[in-house]
């Protein structure tokens, strides 16, 4: 059987709630065994983080935990900081997103991790760096009203809301695993790992790509637009007949598309619509005019009608609309996988496409404690380090069924 990406390669998580969580899992849909270190009798905070909860699991820890191991160890407890040590001692990647300051109290910092063992990956995620932001607590909502992102982001002006999701969380797990993987690879030549920072405020700042360019570039400080597009237009929600209706239109010729569409040819030569430009300029009269035309039929029939000239077009759907839409296009966006109580469980698929080494769903989100047994014995029995050059594929204990593939102050960042 070909083995996936990252096989072999051992990972320390000491994350929790979401960042982090959601990075060892994507490092473990590719291969990583990653073992996950949690607090005896709570374990990771979103476990309580319900409802909804699926056999008897909070479904948002469930969402970031398949493919891992839990260990619980108490690291005031020195039996158990031994097995920590000796975790990190025998690992290629640790990662954690508590406060800053909270893994070196413990031994177990960049520094004194690194002097265990030299080839470690040490990735640190926190809220606003370990300068003069190091005391700030790096929750998802706070970032995102402080970062801006709310600022452009609301139905009208003066009525910012936040995203539906723990957005900035999500994008600092993604960046995290890039910075993750090129230090990886920049220690096949040197033999040494280094440091991988990440905060969630830089994240946000890079996040918002063009609105954060438009700032630094030409100090243009953008508002809050609804769902309409800073600088192309019609980009926003119209009012179909029986639900709201996006338009993306990107180009000229997709509005002149969109205007024979909607039987009004004469809309993509008047003078105030003929380029972007002056479709954004004049953005509010564009709207009444389509509004006027999109209000006749529904959705699905604007859907059927313009997407086959090329108009970018589509129903509001919510989720279960959204997971129809990628069945009936045959993106498989579900990961079947057996539940913790042994019935089956549809988590949401890894969207990373590998023609050879496609990600695999080995392992369900794991009980608290659920592997400690075995990991416990395999930290304390006798181990030789092997050498730099040489990863230590057969001296991992392997699940079972690991090849398998049908089978908080102070702990926030």
Same mark, same amino acid.
């Given at each position: ?12 998580? *000491?994350?929790?709630?979401? !960042? ?40 948002? *820890? ?16 020195? !039996? ?15 990662? #954690? ?30 809220? *606003? ?26 139905? !009208? ?5 936040? =995203? ?20 990886? $690879?920049?220690? #096949? ?22 609105? %954060? ?17 800073? %600088? ?15 338009? !993306? ?29 002056? $479709? ?14 999109? #209000? ?6 604007? *859907? ?23 069945? %009936? ?46 990991? =416990? ?12 050059? #040489? ?23």
């Amino acid at each position: 059987m070909t083995g996936l990406p990252l096989d072999g390669l051992l990972v320390a998580d *000491f994350g929790r709630v979401l !960042a982090a969580p959601y990075l060892t899992m994507l490092l473990a849909d590719l291969g990583a065994d990653v073992v996950k270190v949690e607090r005896p009798g709570t374990g990771d905070g979103t476990r309580a983080w319900g409802p909804p909860h699926a056999q008897g699991e909070a479904t948002y *820890f469930l969402s970031v935990n398949r493919n891992k191991r839990s260990l619980t160890l108490d690291l005031r407890d020195p !039996a158990d900081h031994a097995r920590a040590v000796e975790l990190v001692r025998r690992a290629d990647v640790l990662v #954690e997103n508590f406060r800053p300051g909270t893994m070196a109290r413990h031994g177990l910092g960049p520094d004194r991790a690194q002097a265990l063992n030299p080839r470690l990956v040490y990735c640190s995620i926190t809220g *606003f760096g370990t300068g003069e932001g190091a005391e700030l607590p790096g929750y998802d909502l706070l970032v995102q009203a402080v970062g801006g992102l709310m600022s452009v982001t609301g139905p !009208a002006p003066g009525e910012p809301v936040k =995203t539906g999701v723990a957005l900035v969380d999500v994008l600092t797990g993604l960046h995290a695993a890039v910075g993750v993987l090129a230090a990886l $690879r920049e220690r #096949e030549s040197t033999g040494r790992g280094q440091l991988v920072e990440l905060n969630l405020l830089s994240t946000l700042l890079s996040g918002l790509v063009n609105q %954060s360019a438009g700032y630094t570039l030409a100090g243009a400080v953008p508002g809050i637009l609804g769902n309409r597009h800073p %600088s192309i237009a019609p980009y926003e929600v119209f009012t179909a007949a029986d639900r709201p209706l996006v338009v !993306a239109v990107g180009n000229d010729r997709q509005f002149a598309a969109l205007c024979r569409g909607v039987d009004a040819p004469e809309l993509a030569a008047d003078p105030r619509f003929a380029t972007n430009s002056d $479709r954004v300029a004049h953005v509010t009269e564009l709207a009444r005019e389509l509004t006027a035309r999109l #209000e006749r039929r529904t959705a699905a029939e604007w *859907f059927a009608v313009l997407t086959p000239l090329g108009v970018p077009c589509g129903p509001v759907n919510d989720l279960a609309g959204a997971f129809a839409l990628a069945d %009936s296009l045959g993106l498989r966006p579900r990961a079947p996988l057996p539940g913790p109580d042994g019935r089956p469980l549809e988590l949401v698929a890894n969207p990373i496409g590998l023609s050879r080494t496609p990600p695999r769903y080995h392992l369900p989100p794991p009980r608290l404690g659920e592997h400690t047994a075995e990991l =416990t014995a395999w930290l304390d029995a006798p181990y030789d380090q092997p050498p730099h050059d #040489e990863p230590p594929h057969d001296q991992l204990p392997h699940d079972e069924h690991r090849h398998d593939e049908h089978r908080h102050d102070e702990d926030r960042p």
